[in-house]
């Protein structure tokens, strides 16, 4: 008897640890598959997401306007939306560089989404920037007005020497900025469109940033 004690102790022993190895095994089984699943619906989000903006690159000819049509719209989720917006400044807006930021209520914060045209140099220097420099989307967001600069080297806005050299340096002679609010008056971010020469006077920017503002902020 006294030396059947540790044989059992040890056949115990190796079943639990048997049972506890199949348990992991199976758990490692479970998060492979959910992360096979994940992949494929977000390789599946992507593709729905291309086709949807190919298709609507097709179809915009006629004046950039092409991401307000129901039919994207119902379609489309809020990146997707953002990229046709994007997009539609540059057709329809004829700017030269343009930029998305959404706004967070929590930290009363810009934060870019997405932008067209800008060098690595341009990103970093104004994702780096604290929230208490003036920009025109700073502005923007806090008048809930738009900010609409004909000349970047005549306007208070860009007082910070740094700022302007950043702006300048990139191209930049005109900046306007558009808070793009819900019906109810809330913001939910800015969009910004950004040009070579100064005083532009072609596009429909404000079309462009009225339609964001419906489209953005219903999806």
Do not use: K
């Not at 048997?18 to 494929?40: D, G, P, S, T, Y």
């Amino acid at each position: 008897m006294g030396s059947q004690v540790p044989a059992d102790a040890r056949a115990q022993a190796e079943l639990r640890w048997a049972v506890a190895e199949r348990q992991r095994i199976e758990l490692q089984v479970a998060e492979m598959r959910a992360h096979l699943h994940q992949r494929a619906i977000d390789a599946e989000v992507a593709e729905t997401r291309r086709r949807l903006l190919a298709d609507l690159r097709r179809g915009a000819g006629r004046n950039g306007l092409g991401f307000l049509d129901p039919g994207f719209l119902a379609l489309a989720d809020r990146p997707t939306i953002a990229e046709a917006v994007l997009e539609s400044a540059l057709v329809a807006g004829r700017a030269d560089f343009c930029d998305l930021r959404g706004y967070d209520a929590a930290t009363a914060g810009l934060h870019r989404q997405g932008q067209r045209g800008f060098d690595d140099d341009y990103l970093a220097f104004f994702d780096g920037l604290g929230g208490d420099r003036v920009t025109a989307w700073s502005v923007a967001a806090a008048t809930r007005e738009a900010v609409l600069i004909d000349d970047v080297l005549r306007s208070p806005v860009f007082g910070d020497r740094a700022i302007l050299d950043t702006v300048r340096a990139a191209g930049v002679r005109a900046v306007y900025s558009y808070p793009l609010l819900d019906s109810y008056g809330v913001l939910y971010g800015v969009l910004s469109l950004h040009y070579r020469r100064p005083s532009p006077r072609h596009g429909m920017p404000e079309l462009v940033a009225a339609g964001a503002a419906r489209a953005l902020t219903a999806s």
